[in-house]
């Protein structure tokens, strides 16, 4: 295998691959990248076996020639060290030649690296087919989804199910539901499906694929055991999580006597003073409402208490008062991504929801804390 | 103690004076701002007891109004709390007042933050007098200085003496020496002195303060056991570290038979490369010399091996290699602040050096490794 390549577009194929490789592996194959140049494009590979991300670099772009000199073959070069290398030299092409089937010799005019290597056949079979329900979208709601629902599943692997988004094809929708158990973000995305599926998707793949595209649509491939992502010249393949999603319909109260509508970013700047004094790892204030004011505030015995009211608001309802995680608001009404939002309470101890003033396709529900002053 | 203050004056020296206040101190008080209002300024005090820095703010400053509605006093304020609050108001001027002697009212307009604070008494006494040998540097000059020595000092607390920058004043020169015992970096400062003395400076101290200085003079105060630093309207105390520094002028060798000249970021940007394969934590290259070629080199059994061709090079003296850690000579040729550089070696097993090609006032030794292959 001998190939002489552009250095800029061969580093951005090498910097997407890369995501999927991690630093450590029981499996060392999975440390490097696998390298195949075919008869008219090189394929790049890299995977932690959960996810693989696979994309290729055609020969010819247009009229720009990307590939040159080349000879078929495969081998896997660490991808550490091959990334590092393509990024410091500063030569526009570089060559690539494995010698003796274990020595990758990588080198540009002024500089010349040889790295140990190991063969392609060494590479754990994966199964890279592509099969199952499709759906596509286009790339800015791909990523307004994932910016809206990921934040709230969980980041601890104590339940694995939580970590995962669930999706929902309806006939005429599909529902994204994301919950840690302390809250809950639903988004409903509207399209016409020919199937009805349902899929737990682990979250770090969502958040992974909505980094990676640019400007392209996207194609999810759904199967029993796992997704595929389809875009520009890349496929990234992820297992889904196994088990039931929690029916989360029953953490969403269905009657609202306390609805207070205020802007966005003023309340968020008010509860972030205001959280400013908690000593504790969750920022924890109290919020109280009543017919002419809404007043946020905290209060730690050891370090004082701080106090703030809010303007420009809209309340109905009874004097009411609720303690909850400032950063699980904030996140919410971030995630709404609307001048306004509207705070719909049921109780004192009643989960409540977060929602846009002007966007039904998107609820947050966030369980409130006991409050001790 | 009463007083309404323009904010962004007072976060500024705010985040002037908490360089010297740390996180823990087994001294509560020292985690606190000394807040005092005097007749006709602010004055806040930050110490970790090594280090301490002091600020004011004048009541007025030309037409500008900083402080106005005050009543003199003073109070410990905590410095975490006091800084995030001041940070995250957003109004133009903030209300500090002191109630019961324990408790300090930050407030503007729609915020009340209620902090417990200290009564100044328990601030301990520290030693404020500013005496001794008085030297006084352009901001520019200073910065350079401490720019092209800091970083030759030691950073480990094994041997104190070698975290200090020495400072010797002749009648005509300052002389500034720091080592870590592998290497070492001496700049000569020509200005004419009334006395002759010498000093050990924290290295800590001095970076801060060249961090600090914006544009205006310096002014050191050299006594026994301590150094003050005035510009502007700050004042640093640091103390000296105690103990005599190790005699370094048996560190440089007296004649040079190898003498190479190179651009220095050509040179710094092919050892950066070639040392990208090195395992270990010191990135260890070797430098090949001859006539017709000058060539970097790494090998590593487990990795492979790099090797890169340096143009643009003078070189006069025999054939000769030698292996030295790459990051040393890259922060030494940085130092130098120069387009070429002039690296001269005694030999394989001999301390070499590192001058500008246009300024005779910096010298960096650098001690190199032995080589294994």
Redesign the interface.
């Known amino acids: 295998m001998k190939l002489t390549i552009n250095r800029l577009a061969l580093l951005k194929v090498l910097n997407t691959v890369s995501v999927a490789i991690e630093q450590k592996s029981p499996t060392p194959a999975f440390l490097n990248f696998k390298l195949d140049m075919k008869e008219d494009n090189l394929e790049i590979t890299g995977s932690n076996n959960d996810l693989t991300i696979k994309s290729s670099l055609p020969v010819q772009n247009e009229d720009n020639i990307i590939i040159s000199d080349y000879t078929c073959g495969s081998t896997l070069i ?1 991808a550490k ?1 091959l990334l ?2 393509v990024r ?3 030569s526009d092409t570089l060559t690539i030649e494995v010698i003796d089937e274990v ?1 990758a010799r990588i080198s540009d005019e ?7 290597s190991m063969r392609s056949e060494e590479y754990p079979d994966l199964d890279l087919s592509i099969s199952g329900k499709k759906v596509m979208f286009p790339c800015d709601d791909f990523k307004r989804i994932i910016n809206q629902v990921a934040f709230a599943a969980s980041t601890k692997e104590v339940r694995p199910i939580l970590t995962a988004v669930n999706i929902k094809a309806f006939k005429d929708r599909l529902e994204f539901v994301a919950t840690d158990s302390y809250r809950l973000s639903k988004k409903i995305y509207e399209l016409s499906n020919k199937d009805e599926f349902e899929a737990n998707i682990p979250v770090n793949s969502l958040v992974i694929v909505s980094k990676l595209i640019e400007d392209e649509d996207i194609n999810l491939n759904i199967s029993n055991n796992k997704v595929v992502f389809e875009f520009g010249n890349t496929t990234v393949y992820s297992r889904l999580i196994s088990g039931d999603f929690p029916k989360t319909s029953r953490m969403i109260p269905d009657h609202y006597p306390f609805v207070l509508r205020v802007k966005s970013s003023s309340f968020i ?2 509860m ?3 959280s ?2 908690s000593t504790e790892k969750e920022r924890i204030v109290k919020l109280e409402l009543d017919a002419d004011y809404v007043e946020i505030s905290s209060k730690s015995e ?8 809010v ?1 420009m608001f809209e309340y109905s309802g009874d004097r009411f008062s609720i303690s909850f995680n400032e950063d699980y608001v904030s996140d919410a009404i971030k995630a709404c991504m609307s001048e306004d939002v509207i705070i719909s309470f049921a109780g004192e101890m009643n989960a409540f929801k977060v929602s846009a003033s002007d966007d039904e396709s998107i609820v947050q529900i966030i369980t409130p804390v006991r409050s001790y002053y």
Chains 1, 2 share one sequence.
């Open positions: 660490s060290y590092d290398i410091k030299l500063d020595i002024k500089s010349k690296f040889q790295l140990n700047d008010a972030d003073r205001v400013l004094l050891q370090i004082g208490s701080a106090r703030e009211s303007d």
